[in-house]
């Protein structure tokens, strides 16, 4: 069974604190991606970052950063100097090769000014 | 705006009617998506198109519901006799290529709330 776990359901944090959003999965696939989306307050779901399983290298992109270690199956969101505009709901989410996304229950992240 | 769009953004219904909402995916995007999504939880996989063929359905899809694409292009969520379990936001998605590997583009829901 594939399956996230996304263990904080809520995080507060003043603005231009860093915040990290954790992200564990479950798979026995060895071919697999794991994706971040970002829901604001309009409701769409907006894509951040698509990683495969072949590829643990690090990535960040401007004040985001993504940690990626299979040997904790885990798959880390950070977000350096948070803005009020981060305030959103964060998904990470699991794909296997001809299965369909799973998705976390999210976590809410709340900047406040 | 050439986005995934979809209509209405909220729909409010008493239980027992029917209720049909549409997707308008992105124009040359082949796979279109249904998801269902409840309060604070993530988005839960309905159905899956490839171009117009339906290629999967989930158990949560009961035969209340029913989704047509019947051009490959715009899709059809249909519940009939709404239950006030089905209150919840629907997301469509659609994504690109062959390969199940693409990142999916969300439009912004129709939220339905049965009374």
């Known amino acids: 069974a594939q399956k996230v776990t996304q263990a904080q359901t809520e995080i507060s944090v003043v603005e231009k604190e860093d915040v990290t959003l954790d992200c564990v999965y479950e798979t026995r696939d060895t071919t697999y991606y794991l994706f971040w989306y970002k829901q604001p307050p309009s409701g769409e779901l907006v894509f951040l970052i698509r990683r495969n399983s072949f590829d643990e290298q690090n990535e960040i992109s401007g004040r985001y950063s993504w940690n990626f270690q299979k040997s904790t199956s885990s798959f880390n969101f950070t977000i350096t100097a948070s803005q009020v505009v981060d305030s959103a709901v964060y998904f990470c989410a699991l794909l296997r090769r001809g299965q369909n996304f799973v998705f976390g229950p999210g976590t809410r992240l709340s900047v406040l000014p | 705006d050439t986005g995934v769009s979809q209509d209405p953004r909220h729909k409010i219904t008493k239980r027992g009617q029917n209720v049909t909402f549409r997707c308008d995916p992105i124009?040359?995007?082949?796979?279109l998506y249904w998801y269902r999504q409840t309060l604070g939880q993530g988005p839960e996989f309905l159905t899956y198109?490839?171009?117009?063929?339906?290629?999967?359905k989930s158990r949560l899809l009961s035969d209340r519901f029913s989704a047509e694409r019947p051009k490959g292009s715009f899709s059809t969520l249909e519940i009939q006799r709404t239950e006030q379990g089905d209150s919840a936001m629907y997301l469509c998605a659609s994504s690109l290529g062959r390969e199940y590997t693409g990142e999916l583009f969300f439009g912004e829901g129709s939220r339905l709330t049965v009374l």
């Open positions: 198109f490839q171009n117009e063929a339906q290629l999967e």
């Open positions: 124009s040359e995007h082949n796979r």
